[in-house]
């Protein structure tokens, strides 16, 4: 009877330190999970979020490799629709897809893409990236129905199609025959840098938005702007006028030269001075008057073109101080009037020239030559040391050059307005996996861009005109 009562008691004991092993176990195995959980959500993480979301609508979902993007280097980015028969295909970080999902989404995608289906891309960086997004055909043109109602409407299509990033995130979608504006798509960093996910996204609808997905994402109301106050005093007019020329010299100006006049009694007034042909900077500088009770002092104004008032820059600034930037092809008269003096004080105009660059062409007009110098100057390329090697010439809309380029050298080209009116151009390279580009800006007539070849032997360059009957020259130099 003992023998059996130890039995007993043996097996108790056995079973209760089964079951604190067990219990231990599963302690121990929730705890390595809670261990091994990230604290908060990275930028993996929330792309196979949306590819998930995307992939249980019924979506056929691809993710891209993960790319990094500098600051100043456009990056195309070639988009294809994700392969039929599969509900999700995984990208560099392993996507997996939702088995319920692949069978209806499979089933829909074995037949191809249908003539109303949309395609999706998302672009998803650290939320304090700025980035924007444009999309453009194979071909890399616009529709000329669409170019033409961009511009009856007075917009540049450029603009309108470029997307900008909310905190981090931005998408574009395009369903019908519309997705072939889809086929590459170019990002630009406003931001020092960023890295990006890239998720693709084929269905029958437009799927859920990132704002529904990504809610931490959603940026709230922006607060308003706050009183400057009262605006800062210039200070002394002789200091300003000295601190201009010795900025203008550091900057390479070997010769500076003062003007100045009294303005009226409301402040106004007009310079009007012969230049020589070359770079100029006008520095506008009024006096401050003694007097405790005075008008504040705000110059704005604007050099043009004496006979032909061709516009060659303006100041509209909240500065007290005007500046102006231009470069003439050839020796001439520029009229700079000028609004926003405290009074009936002196007004100094400080010129401070730099001659023409050597090698930049004059037999494409006084007016290219000039723009040339331009984009030069803006853009703080050394003068080139040869002739180019090679140059175009162009009307309004896209036009691709291609350019025989040597391995291992820098070049720098620049497309410049010769006649006509302009409202939008800008010139873009695609060297191998690599592009760059830059704007003229608004009212400007210049733009230039420089790149290096590594292995390369040939570069494409792009010019994009808008305006009124715009003509343009491209010149390509070769840099040391």
């Known amino acids: 009877m003992a023998a059996a009562r130890g039995l ?14 067990a219990a231990l176990a599963g302690l121990t195995a929730l705890a390595g999970l809670t261990a091994g959980a990230p604290a908060r959500a990275d930028l993996s993480d929330d792309a196979a979020r949306v590819a998930r979301m995307w992939t249980l609508s019924g979506a056929r979902v691809a993710r891209l490799p993960p790319i990094f993007v500098e600051h100043g280097r456009l990056r195309v980015l070639a988009i294809d629709p994700p392969p039929a028969g599969a509900a999700a295909v995984a990208g560099a970080s392993g996507v997996a897809s939702a088995s319920g999902a692949a069978g209806a989404s499979g089933a829909a995608g074995a037949a191809g893409p249908k003539a109303e289906e949309c395609l999706t ?27 033409l109602v961009h511009r009856l409407r007075g917009q540049d299509p450029e603009d309108e199609r470029r997307i900008h990033s909310v905190a981090g995130a931005a998408a574009i979608v395009r369903c019908g025959d519309a997705r072939e504006t889809l086929g590459r798509v170019a990002l630009e960093v406003l931001s020092p840098r960023g ?3 890239v998720v693709v996204a084929a269905s029958s609808g437009p799927p859920e938005r990132l704002e529904a997905i990504l809610p931490e994402r959603v940026s709230g109301p922006v607060a308003p702007r706050g009183d400057p106050g009262r605006p800062a005093e210039p200070g002394p007019l002789d200091a300003r006028v000295a601190r201009a020329a010795r900025r203008a010299r550091a900057e390479g100006a070997p010769r500076v030269a003062p003007l100045d006049m009294r303005a009226s009694t409301v402040g106004t007034g007009q310079f009007s001075v012969k230049l020589p042909e070359g770079c100029h900077r006008l520095d506008l500088m009024a006096e401050v008057p003694s007097a405790t009770v005075r008008r504040a002092t705000d110059l704005d104004a604007e050099a043009r073109e004496a006979g032909t008032g061709r516009l060659l820059d303006r100041d509209r600034s909240d500065a007290p101080d005007a500046r102006l930037d231009f470069c003439l092809g050839e020796p001439g008269v520029v009229e700079v009037p000028f609004l926003g003096a405290a009074g009936p004080v002196k007004v100094v105009l400080s010129d401070a020239q730099w001659p023409m660059p050597p090698h930049v062409p004059g037999y494409f007009g006084a007016r290219a030559r000039g723009n040339l110098a331009a984009a030069l100057k803006r853009r703080h390329a050394p003068a080139p040391r040869a002739q180019a090697t090679a140059e175009a010439v162009g009307a309004q809309g896209d036009t691709l050059v291609p350019v025989q380029v040597e391995p291992g050298r820098c070049y720098f080209a620049a497309a410049a307005l010769a006649r006509g009116e302009m409202r939008a151009l800008r010139i873009s390279v695609e060297l191998g996996d690599r592009a760059a580009r830059d704007d003229a800006g608004e009212g400007g007539e210049g733009a230039g861009v420089a790149f290096c070849s590594e292995i390369e032997e040939s570069a494409a360059l792009r010019v994009s005109a808008r305006g009124g009957s715009p003509v343009w020259v491209l010149s390509v130099w070769p840099m040391d």
């Not at 007993?8 to 092993?21: C, H, I, L, Q, T």
């Not at 453009?136 to 000329?144: D, K, M, N, Q, V």
């Open 8 to 21: 007993v008691e043996r097996g108790r004991r056995a079973a209760v330190g089964a079951a604190r092993g």
């Open 121 to 147: 891309v998302a672009f998803l960086a650290p939320r304090i990236v700025d980035f924007t997004l444009e999309p453009e055909s194979s071909s890399g043109e616009l529709s000329a129905l669409a170019g």
């Open 195 to 197: 890295a990006f996910e």
